[in-house]
C-alpha cells in the first residue's frame, strides 16, 4: 500500500490499487514461477497496477501525501522545521514526471537495488540510474533554497 501510495502520490488511490494489486495477484498466483522473491513478484504487480492507472490519464496533478519522516526528540522548533521540509519533499517528489518518481520511490524510499528494479520495470540499470539521478538532481532545484534556508 505504502509503494502504490508513493507513486500515486495520494494515499486513498494507493490504497485503491494496492487492492487492486493483491485482487490481480491472487488470481494471477500460478504465474508465479517460484524462481525469484515472492516480494518481488508482488512489488511488479503492484508497479503494473500503477502504471496502469497512468496509462488510464487518471493522474492529475495534486501534492502528494506521503507522510514526512517524524522528527522525534526534537524541539519543537526544528520539529515544526522538519515536517516543513518532508511535506515539501512529499510534494516536490509527487510532481516528478511518472517515470522518475518510479526509479527515485523504488531506489531511495523502498531500498530496492538497481538490478532489481530492473528486473520489476523492465528498464536498463543505466536508464534507471539516469532516471534517479534526473529526479535527485530536479529535488535538489526545487528544494534547494529551502534546505539551505533562503
Known amino acids: 500500500m505504502a509503494l502504490c501510495a508513493r507513486l500515486t502520490g495520494e494515499r486513498g488511490l494507493g490504497e485503491e490499487l494496492a487492492q487492486e494489486a493483491l485482487a490481480r495477484a491472487f488470481a494471477g498466483l500460478g504465474a508465479w514461477r517460484g524462481d525469484g522473491a515472492f516480494r518481488s513478484w508482488l512489488t511488479r504487480v503492484a508497479v503494473n497496477c500503477c502504471r496502469d492507472w497512468q496509462k488510464a490519464g487518471a493522474r492529475a496533478e495534486r501534492p502528494s501525501e506521503l507522510d514526512p519522516v517524524a522528527a522525534g526528540g526534537l524541539d519543537p522548533e526544528q520539529e515544526a522545521s522538519g515536517r516543513e521540509l518532508g511535506a515539501a519533499l512529499a510534494a516536490a517528489?509527487?510532481?516528478?514526471?511518472?517515470?522518475?518518481?518510479e526509479a527515485f520511490v523504488?531506489?531511495?524510499?523502498?531500498?530496492?537495488?538497481?538490478?532489481?528494479?530492473?528486473?520489476l520495470t523492465g528498464v536498463s540499470v543505466s536508464a534507471l540510474k539516469v532516471r534517479v539521478?534526473?529526479?535527485?538532481?530536479?529535488?535538489l532545484e526545487e528544494l534547494g533554497p529551502l534546505v539551505s534556508g533562503e
Request: avoid cysteine; charge should be positive.
Open 93 to 101: 517528489v509527487g510532481r516528478l514526471p511518472p517515470v522518475s518518481r
Open 106 to 119: 523504488l531506489f531511495h524510499v523502498e531500498g530496492l537495488p538497481y538490478e532489481e528494479i530492473r528486473a
Open 133 to 139: 539521478h534526473r529526479a535527485r538532481q530536479r529535488l
